[in-house]
């Protein structure tokens, strides 16, 4: 069984920084973010679809939407088994849900969520 949970996420103005943490609990023998072939974030703004925002393999291959580029860096620590999402120079339309995502094989896991607003 998988458990994420998101957390950071916050008000903030334009050109300001948050940290996303995401916390995986992973009960069975396969207990590290290790076993999971992909880690990522997504984001969802109001009224509008789920988008990728970047993803990380566990070969350590880094994956970013265009819109993000340079301004966020994903990243993990697997003895914490968390992964992160530092996002820099945050601008309004950065502004939704932003949610874990952890692949295994045909598996998918989500976290809840955790809502991030930048403010003009």
């Known amino acids: 069984q998988v458990q994420l949970a998101e957390s950071g996420g916050g008000l903030v103005q334009a050109g300001g920084s948050l940290r996303l943490s995401c916390v995986a609990s992973?009960?069975?023998?396969?207990?590290?973010?290790?076993?999971?072939?992909?880690l990522g974030w997504y984001r969802q703004a109001s009224g509008k679809q789920r988008e990728l925002v970047a993803t990380?393999?566990?070969?350590?291959?880094?994956n970013y939407s265009d819109s993000v580029k340079g301004r966020f860096t994903i990243s993990r620590d697997n003895a914490k088994n968390t992964v992160y999402l530092q996002m820099n120079s945050l601008k309004p339309e950065d502004t939704g849900v932003y949610y874990c995502?952890?692949?295994?094989?045909?598996?998918?896991?989500w976290g809840q969520g955790t809502q991030v607003t930048v403010s003009s």
């Open positions: 995502k952890a692949d295994r094989l045909w598996s998918h896991f």
């Open positions: 990380m393999t566990n070969g350590d291959s880094t």
């Open positions: 992973i009960s069975g023998a396969s207990g590290s973010i290790l076993s999971f072939n992909t």
